[in-house]
Each structure stands twice: as C-alpha cells, then as structure tokens.
C-alpha cells in the first residue's frame, strides 16, 4: 500500500519514504511508527498504543518515545512546534491528522533496479551504499529456498538499522536472484560501493552459510566468514547470524572508507573523510589511535560545526579514553558531555551521542539517565556492541550484575572478533565479581588480558577477585600486573572514581584490594 499526504509517499510494501520523488533515509523503527500513525489517523493513538506496537510491550523510557515521534515529524518536514502532520494530543496521544490518498502500486520485477541506476542519483549521499544480494541456496532441497532468502533479508533489515550506511531496498538487490553478475555492473546499475553476497547450504539439523563483503571499485573481499550452526529454531538461527555479519560488517567497511579517504590529497579532505579516518583508529583501541581520532574529529568539526556524526564520535573517544585510564576522568567528562549534548542538539538521532551521554552520566552518578541513554542508543542501532558492552558496565554498577553479564555476552556474540571484545570479556567478569562468583570472574579477566595484556580493567578484577576467592598468591602477582598498568592506583582512587550505586559492592571490591595489598 502507498499512502500519499503532502508531497510524500509512504510505500509499506518497500519500507520506503519519498517526498518529491526523492528518497528520505528513515530508521526502520520510526517508519512502523509513522505508518502505524497514518493507518490509525482515524483516531488518537496512545502512548501505550505505541509501546505495545513498536516496542512490543517492552518497557521504554519517554524519552525514547518522544525522540521517535520527533524523527517521524523530521522525515515527514514537520516539528514538535508545528505539528501540521503529526498532532501531540495533550493527556492522550498522537493523532495523524493531514490528509491522506491510498493507492495500490503495480510492482514489477527489477523496477527498483531501474529506478536506482542512475549513478548520480546516490553520488550525493554522504555515506557508503550498499547492497546485500539474495544468498545463494546450495541446499539439495530446492524448498529451502525460503530460508536462504530469510537470511538475506534479514541481514538487510539489520544493516538498515545503521544510519551510516545506505542500504539498497529488497525489492532492487532480489531483481539479481537467480542470475550471474560482474560486481562493477551491480555496483553501477545500484550505485553502490560495497557488495554482500553468501550461500546457504543445509543438511539435516545443520546449517552451514558463508558470507562476504566486496569492494565494488577494486573487486576485492574485504571480508569474509563461514558460520556453521545446528538448526533448532530457524528463526533464531536467522537472527543470530544477520546480527553476527552487521556487527563484523561494520568495522570492516569504516576501515575501507579510511583506505579510500587516505589516498586523497590532503586539501581534498572533507568532514565526512574525516570522520572515516577517526573512525578506523578508534577501532584499534590503542591510547595513541585514540589521541589521533579525537586530533581528526576536531578537524572535521572545524569544517562543520554542527556534523552530529563527528561531535558524537568525539565524546565517545573522550569518555571511551577515561574508561581506559588514559585521560582523566575529571578532564575527559566535562568535554565528553558538550561533544554529546552538541551532538543530540545536531541530530537527535546519532545513536554514538547517546551512548557516549550515557557513560558521562555514570561517571557522574546519573545512574537512571545513564541507563535510559544506553538504551536510547541501543534502540537507534541494536548491532552497537560498544554500547551494548558499556549497557552492561551501567547495570552492573547499578547492582543490576546478572543482566549486566547478559549485556556483556550479547556484545560478545554480536561481534565475537570485534577489538573490543577484550572488554566485553573484561565487563563480564566485573560482573560475576559483583555476583560474588570469584573464579569465574577471575577465568573471565584472564580471557580478557588474553585480548589485551594491557586492559587495566580486567588486571583490577583479577587482583581483587583472586583476593576474595583466597587466591593469595594470584592476587599478589596480579596486583604487581595492575600497578604496571596503573602506576597512580590507590583504595582511594577506586572509591572516589568507579561509580557504584550500591555501599556494599564498594566495600566488597576494596575489600578485595586491601586483602591484595593495595593501600
């Protein structure tokens, strides 16, 4: 169905908003709840109305719900001021009130391929375009069809979620089913830099899908994974597998785009390179690529003041180098939270603003506005692993340590080769320290330096764990580890920087460190 009101077109069946003929980038989220609103203009549709259409049920913060509802408005060229489309009903609601016509397109195979082959109808995008080909079914049962197509699908869905990248519609990447295609001619016909392709092959109650990512310009895989997996829940299978590639996807393709950038003149250089440059050296997690990113955001900020991908990155470099103990917390938070508060103000959508708000208000004891920033970022792109790691710090240091240690594992499955996993591992086993589970916590923090020798927080859960479990003599080692790490490390030191919620579980982690030898 298309609903047509004011210069635009809300097309259901390709998930897709035009206004003018144009395409206009919407979240996935946002468009059901527009097109929840247009299909219910009859009436005033409720807070709870929404929560239990678009969030299922699930608890959100009116935050969450009031940046949604502002998005819609964004996309459809209204405001919160005007409310010509979208009606905020004071005590009841939301009512779409424009005039709306319904009409019933004719698809036609390939037609989307045709609308988008005109290259200069995407050179202007400022981000990367891509397109995710129907996997391949190598199954010896041609009704599996349905399965190599669900994965493809949902990886699209997924990708889709990631503001930074524009992805081709189903309906335009699914004209290419079936048939065999140079990459360059796909690349043009769609106007896209990057390819996804992958085969499906099932046998029994195994699946095994092999997946790549190609770069159109050169021909060349970027990257590329087999996952074998046993069949007990197709649908899970699905969503486990479209959240693995998106989350391993995504690195790859900030670090592809920093290639492409570094081989411009300098003078060349726009915002935008700029960020992609930072971008690949956040994704090393060393103190120096930190201090290089932060020295690039700053550059492209310079060019534009009110680039949200930039400022939001920068508070996340800020507040990600305080965590790591390479900038003082009383330094690096201050800056962190203009950097994100410029950011929301920019584009309220950023999900990297969020999550960087969110450790500035747990440095800062905000611990409920902490966790709802969390999952406002969470809810903007659910394949953020960062965030979905640092969610879990939050809930642990609010006493919450058995959800934190799930947030930990899922950021660990979303990305198990992410160059953050070393503090995923690290946040997990803070988290069995919380539960009083002291061996897992020290196996955990071991696995955790296995990633990174140099991870300061997995070295104090060591020491502190190993003390409490009567572990002497790992302790003490451990604690040798941590000064070298941490030369400036003191009980009081931990208990005026680490913020925990709880009296008991500050006194239990110093306890911890006392009976190591820490003064």
Not at 118 to 125: A, G, H, I, Q, Y
Not at 188 to 202: A, H, N, T
Not at 502 to 509: A, G, H, N, S
């Amino acid at each position: 169905m298309q609903f047509i009101f004011s210069n635009h077109v809300l097309d259901t069946s390709r998930q897709e908003l035009s206004c003018g003929g144009e395409g206009v980038p919407i979240e996935p989220q946002v468009f059901n709840l527009l097109q929840y609103l247009v299909e219910n203009r009859d009436r005033v549709v409720s807070k709870d109305d929404l929560f239990d259409k678009i969030w299922q049920g699930r608890i959100v913060s009116e935050s969450t719900l009031t940046s949604r509802i502002n998005a819609a408005r964004k996309a459809v060229g209204d405001s919160g001021r005007d409310q010509r489309l979208v009606r905020t009903i004071s005590r009841k609601g939301f009512r779409f009130v424009a005039d709306v016509r319904e009409s019933q397109p004719e698809m036609k195979l390939g037609e989307g391929s045709a609308n988008l082959s005109s290259k200069d109808n995407l050179s202007s995008l400022d981000r990367p375009a891509i397109t995710v080909l129907p996997f391949t079914n190598m199954s010896e049962e041609p009704e599996q069809e349905y399965f190599s197509d669900g994965v493809s699908e949902d990886v699209i869905t997924a990708l889709s979620k990631l503001r930074w990248f524009y992805v081709i519609a189903r309906n335009s990447s699914f004209a290419y089913k079936g048939q065999s295609f140079h990459l360059k001619q796909i690349g043009e016909e769609l106007g896209v830099g990057y390819v996804v392709e992958g085969s499906v092959r099932k046998n029994g109650d195994r699946v095994r899908i092999a997946v790549q990512l190609n770069d159109v310009t050169t021909g060349s895989h970027i990257w590329a994974e087999r996952y074998d997996r046993s069949l007990a829940d197709v649908f899970a299978v699905q969503d486990e597998i479209a959240q693995a590639i998106v989350a391993a996807i995504e690195p790859q393709l900030y670090a592809a785009e920093n290639f492409r950038a570094q081989r411009k003149p300098p003078d060349s250089l726009d915002a935008w390179d700029l960020v992609m440059r930072a971008l690949s050296h956040y994704w090393r997690v060393t103190r120096q690529d930190n201090m290089v990113a932060q020295a690039l955001l700053e550059k492209a900020i310079n060019i534009d003041p009110n680039y949200g991908q930039a400022l939001g990155v920068l508070a996340a470099c800020h507040t990600f180098s305080a965590h790591m103990g390479w900038e003082a917390m009383v330094k690096a938070v201050p800056v962190a939270e203009r950097a994100a508060l410029a950011a929301i103000r920019a584009d309220s959508e950023d999900a990297w603003a969020h999550y960087a708000l969110a450790s500035v208000y747990l440095f800062n004891r905000r611990f409920e506005d902490s966790l709802a920033e969390f999952e406002l970022a969470l809810g903007l792109n659910p394949n953020f692993s960062p965030a979905r790691g640092y969610y879990g710090v939050a809930l642990t240091y609010c006493g919450r340590w058995g959800e934190g240690d799930r947030a930990a594992r899922h950021a660990l499955r979303l990305s198990p080769r992410d160059p953050f996993a070393a503090i995923y591992c690290g946040v997990a086993a803070y988290s069995q320290f919380v539960g009083r589970n002291y061996e897992e916590a020290m196996r955990l923090s071991r696995e955790a330096l296995r990633h990174r020798a140099d991870f300061v927080g997995a070295h104090r859960v060591l020491t502190a764990a190993a003390a409490a479990g009567g572990f002497d003599d790992v302790a003490s080692a451990a604690l040798k580890e941590l000064r070298r790490v941490q030369p400036d490390i003191s009980l009081e030191w931990i208990s005026n920087e680490m913020p925990f919620k709880y009296e008991e579980d500050r006194v239990c982690y110093l306890d911890g460190f006392r009976r190591a030898g820490l003064r």
